[in-house]
């Protein structure tokens, strides 16, 4: 069992967290929500979910359970921050709960990364400015941003609201054809296990906020998971453990057999 902590801003997508815990093997998502003042989806508000003193508050919680890396779950108290910034903001949390930690900023980077995928468009329920702001840290990690399309939405609450037929029309509005993958950066959006579907009618690779949290909480714990339904993200199966008998034969042959006898 690995065991991953998410420090989720509020209640407005939380939910997705259980239902991937459901849908991955032997993988245990510690939730702990922090609080918010304002859930606008303004600079200054997003950039106050995600201040220390904030994220600290959630560390004894995380501890308690004996998780193994943490995760700050949301795009734009990660990204506002720029990419040194919130580099120091995740430096500061793992200090403070004593194993690594990251952010959904940083987990985009990483998942891009690891589809190998060169360009994206996003997809995006905040403002035009702050939309920009994402795509220049993506682009500070060295991804290039074929283009961005934002459905300004006023509130976190307002993202919570969306069924996945609006999902789907704005990830279909953000699509390029030159564009590897599209990416979702808000998690407050519902998305948990709707990312095949979502691959399906785009026919490439789509990366939500609250799967790509997921994905790097297990990338800093050193554990792939498999899951259909979360996307291609998840797609690789790990190898399995090789066979105790295959094991306990291997052994006796590199130790000159059970009792020590040169193996034939």
């Known amino acids: 069992m690995t065991t991953v902590g998410i420090l989720y801003p509020g209640h407005f997508a939380e939910d997705d967290f259980p239902r ?22 303004t600079a200054d508000a997003l950039t106050r979910t995600g201040v220390p003193e904030r994220l600290a508050a959630g560390v004894e919680e995380l501890q308690r ?41 940083l987990g985009f980077v990483h998942a ?37 399309r934002a459905e ?18 704005l990830a279909v509005a953000a699509d390029r054809p030159e564009a590897d993958a599209v990416l979702l950066p808000d998690t407050a959006l519902h998305t948990a296990g709707h990312e095949a579907e979502l691959e399906k009618l785009l026919g490439k690779p789509v990366l939500t906020a609250n799967q790509v949290t997921v994905r790097e909480g297990l990338r800093l714990a ?31 042959r590199a130790h000159g057999g059970r009792h020590g006898r040169p193996g034939k």
């Open 20 to 41: 991937m815990e459901i849908l991955l093997d032997a993988v245990r998502l510690v939730v702990h929500r922090t609080d918010v003042d304002d859930d606008a989806y």
């Open 65 to 105: 359970a004996g998780v193994e890396s943490v995760v700050w779950a949301s795009g734009g108290g990660s990204f506002l921050y720029g990419w040194e910034g919130a580099h120091e903001q995740t430096a500061a949390l793992a200090r403070a709960v004593g194993v690594s930690a990251s952010s959904t900023a």
């Open 112 to 148: 891009v990364r690891e589809l190998d995928a060169v360009r994206v468009a996003v997809a995006s329920t905040y403002p035009e400015r702050l939309t920009g702001l994402f795509a220049d840290f993506l682009r500070a990690g060295g991804i290039e941003v074929a283009g961005t």
């Open 152 to 169: 300004p939405l006023g509130s976190a609450t307002e993202a919570a609201a969306w069924d996945l037929g609006r999902v789907k029309e």
């Open 222 to 252: 050193d554990r792939r998971a498999w899951s259909p339904a979360l996307g291609r993200l998840f797609a690789d199966r790990e190898a399995p453990p090789a066979p105790v008998a295959a094991w306990g034969a291997g052994r006796e």
